[in-house]
């Protein structure tokens, strides 16, 4: 049995060191591989699998409200991103250029995209006429690549796999609409299918996206305290489009600015995902997310029939549309209860012989490790009921973690001991001035993660740095 468990011994506990333990799960449950591409990484098949079902679902609800999919060049001219100066200088330290094309040096250098607003502005400027080629609500998923000097797999890399729609209308309130709608549906999909409670609101002045006009966020406390930015949702009003040019005939012939949005999520998700869920055994996969939901595991499938008993369970389990896989590997079953854990797979069937004998199996919760019994022609309808109460259980209790990991302080004081003693989001009041914003950054380390658009109590009536009148709440913490 001692060898069944090296798999779970090699992966440091999270209380001892968070960070190595994350980088242990990622690589023993074979997400990730390092690449001798320095800074970037080769994600795996059981990583990409997790994007995959991100990203297969985020389409279906973009799809709903109205959104296309399209694909841009991941060459950007020198020349087209200098058009908006404010987007420009934000993104210069993490820009990566090409200077020859093969031996040739470029009469213009290019950079790969570190994100494509300028290469959709300068499409929508030939491609927008009148206001009936309004709205635009485009998507593309590709991948994107910023200069990062320090990387964590998923949470910080050179390269990494995102989506970032980009739409055009008529009006700034129908842009503001759109913003919003999006920043909604993010926080529906992290709450509905990872399972990950969200604060809603807004950035900062100095925080925002350069360029816009207002960023929207979506904000989780990972297990340690500290917080990921999870999504993002711009609204850019009539800035880029005044910058290249992107004007339609209104109803009544007369030329008008567009407005545009742009929002994105990123596989930093995955990274949320282990962060929030997972515990010293290894990654916890919400059930709705999951690319495989339940694990079917033989004991003693030497024996006569259980193989054959096994398969048909696993059989009774995909046609109930249930993402099964059964492990007949010649490991032992420790080994294989194990590795189930590790990869966070969220049910486990046990069916040895006495099971069989007895015509039932074993339910085991990855979440909880709670066994349930089940008559063997039940499997299927049980486990359907139980990844329903796994999905529901797991996003309570990140909710209480969140919940009981918000501080709410008066003075400075009291902000500079919690950030030290408490970990977590920090609610206190700010005067709206970024000198008391730099000031807190320079301080603490921590900075202003969002306003919230949800109605809250003000905790005070001054400036948690200055002391002066402030009406502005903000939610502060350390952050990835």
């Known amino acids: 049995m001692a060898k069944d468990k090296k798999l779970v011994e090699a992966i440091t506990s999270m209380e001892v060191d968070f960070a190595q333990w994350y980088t242990d799960v990622v690589k023993k449950a074979e997400l990730i591989d390092y690449s001798s591409v320095k800074g970037c990484m080769v994600i795996k098949p059981a990583g990409y699998a997790i994007w995959e079902n991100i990203q297969k679902e985020l389409d279906r609800r973009f799809k709903e409200t109205g959104v296309e999919n399209v694909y841009m060049p991941m060459f950007i001219p020198e020349s087209l991103l200098q058009k908006e100066k404010d987007h420009v200088e934000g993104f210069a330290p993490e820009v990566a250029w090409v200077t020859h094309g093969g031996l040739?040096?470029?009469?213009?250098?290019?950079?790969?995209?570190?994100?494509?607003?300028?290469?959709?502005?300068?499409?929508?400027?030939?491609?927008?006429?009148?206001?009936?080629?309004?709205?635009?609500?485009?998507?593309?998923?590709?991948?994107?690549?910023?200069?990062?000097?320090?990387?964590?797999?998923?949470?910080?890399?050179?390269?990494?796999?995102?989506?970032?729609?980009?739409?055009?209308?008529?009006?700034?309130?129908?842009?503001?609409?759109?913003?919003?709608?999006?920043?909604?549906?993010?926080?529906?999909?992290?709450?509905?299918?990872?399972?990950?409670?969200?604060?809603?609101?807004?950035?900062?002045?100095?925080?925002?996206?350069?360029?816009?006009?207002?960023?929207?966020?979506?904000?989780?406390?990972?297990?340690?305290?500290?917080?990921?930015?999870?999504?993002?949702?711009?609204?850019?009003?009539?800035?880029?489009?005044?910058?290249?040019?992107?004007?339609?005939?209104?109803?009544?012939?007369?030329?008008?600015?567009?407005?545009?949005?742009?929002?994105?999520?990123?596989?930093?998700?995955?990274?949320?995902?282990?962060?929030?869920?997972?515990?010293?055994?290894?990654?916890?996969?919400?059930?709705?997310?999951?690319?495989?939901?339940?694990?079917?595991?033989?004991?003693?499938?030497?024996?006569?029939?259980?193989?054959?008993?096994?398969?048909?369970?696993?059989?009774?389990?995909?046609?109930?549309?249930?993402?099964?896989?059964?492990?007949?590997?010649?490991?032992?079953?420790?080994?294989?209860?194990?590795?189930?854990?590790?990869?966070?797979?969220?049910?486990?069937?046990?069916?040895?012989?006495?099971?069989?004998?007895?015509?039932?199996?074993?339910?085991?919760?990855?979440?909880?490790?709670e066994k349930t019994e089940c008559p063997l022609e039940e499997a299927a309808a049980a486990a359907v009921e139980l990844l329903k109460t796994i999905q529901k259980d797991m996003f309570e209790r990140a909710k209480k973690h969140q919940e009981s990991h918000v501080t709410e302080v008066k003075s400075y004081d009291e902000f500079k001991d919690a950030v030290e003693h408490k970990p977590g989001f920090i609610r206190a009041m700010w005067c709206g001035d970024v000198e008391c914003e730099n000031k807190i950054k320079e301080d603490t380390t921590a900075t202003s993660r969002c306003m919230p658009l949800e109605a809250q109590k003000a905790v005070s009536d001054v400036c948690v740095c200055c002391g002066k009148p402030a009406h502005k709440l903000v939610y502060w913490g350390k952050a990835y």
């Open 104 to 369: 040739n040096p470029l009469q213009e250098r290019m950079c790969i995209r570190p994100t494509s607003e300028t290469l959709f502005c300068d499409f929508y400027a030939n491609d927008i006429q009148s206001y009936r080629d309004l709205p635009k609500c485009y998507n593309q998923w590709c991948s994107v690549v910023r200069w990062e000097k320090e990387t964590r797999p998923f949470l910080r890399s050179r390269e990494f796999l995102w989506q970032e729609g980009h739409t055009a209308h008529a009006t700034a309130e129908e842009a503001e609409e759109r913003t919003l709608q999006m920043l909604r549906l993010y926080a529906d999909f992290c709450e509905e299918v990872l399972a990950m409670p969200v604060i809603r609101g807004r950035k900062t002045e100095k925080e925002k996206f350069a360029g816009a006009e207002a960023t929207y966020t979506i904000e989780a406390l990972m297990h340690d305290g500290k917080a990921l930015q999870s999504g993002t949702s711009h609204n850019f009003g009539d800035g880029f489009a005044k910058a290249f040019g992107i004007q339609y005939t209104d109803k009544d012939n007369k030329l008008q600015y567009v407005h545009q949005t742009s929002w994105g999520m990123t596989t930093r998700l995955i990274g949320a995902i282990i962060m929030v869920h997972g515990d010293d055994s290894g990654l916890v996969l919400p059930p709705e997310i999951a690319p495989v939901q339940v694990m079917v595991i033989p004991i003693q499938q030497h024996k006569d029939g259980i193989l054959n008993k096994a398969c048909e369970v696993k059989e009774l389990l995909a046609q109930a549309g249930i993402r099964v896989k059964m492990d007949d590997s010649e490991k032992s079953p420790g080994w294989k209860f194990s590795e189930q854990e590790m990869r966070g797979i969220p049910i486990r069937v046990e069916l040895g012989p006495k099971d069989m004998e007895a015509g039932k199996c074993v339910l085991v919760r990855r979440d909880t490790r």
